[in-house]
């Protein structure tokens, strides 16, 4: 089992709480706000304006994180399903994959993915 579910918590943890989805870019003609799904400024009345460019981002922020949670979460649970597995999803192993024995190749295999999936969410070695 990996610490990526436990890394991937505090992401999780903010999208929970956050002014509920979708965010609109709202285009004041002087400059844009980023509002919640009635109309109203996620920024507490406040009559800050960003950039198109910025407030599209922003808006799509929440969204996009969820998104990426959804694919790490998805590929850690691919990886477990490897880790357990004794054929490998049916891959095409090479010579030398057996040579030095499926076991081996299969383990460092999902310590390779797993440590790229820690490394790119701030965890040990980040």
Do not use: C, Y
């Amino acid at each position: 089992m990996s610490d990526i579910p436990a890394l991937l918590q505090p992401l999780k943890d903010r999208l929970e709480v956050i002014t509920p989805l979708p965010w609109i870019d709202w285009d004041r003609g002087i400059g844009h706000e980023i509002r919640d799904q009635h109309g109203e400024p996620i920024n507490s009345g406040h009559r800050e304006t960003f950039s198109a460019r910025d407030a599209a981002f922003i808006a799509a922020a929440p969204t996009d994180q969820a998104k990426l949670i959804a694919a790490v979460e998805a590929i850690d649970s691919l990886v477990d399903k490897f880790e357990q597995s004794s054929e490998g999803f049916g891959l095409d192993l090479q010579d030398d994959d057996f040579e030095r024995g499926w076991h081996g190749a299969r383990k460092e295999t999902v310590a390779m993915i797993r440590a790229a999936l820690t490394q790119a969410l701030g965890g040990d070695g980040a």
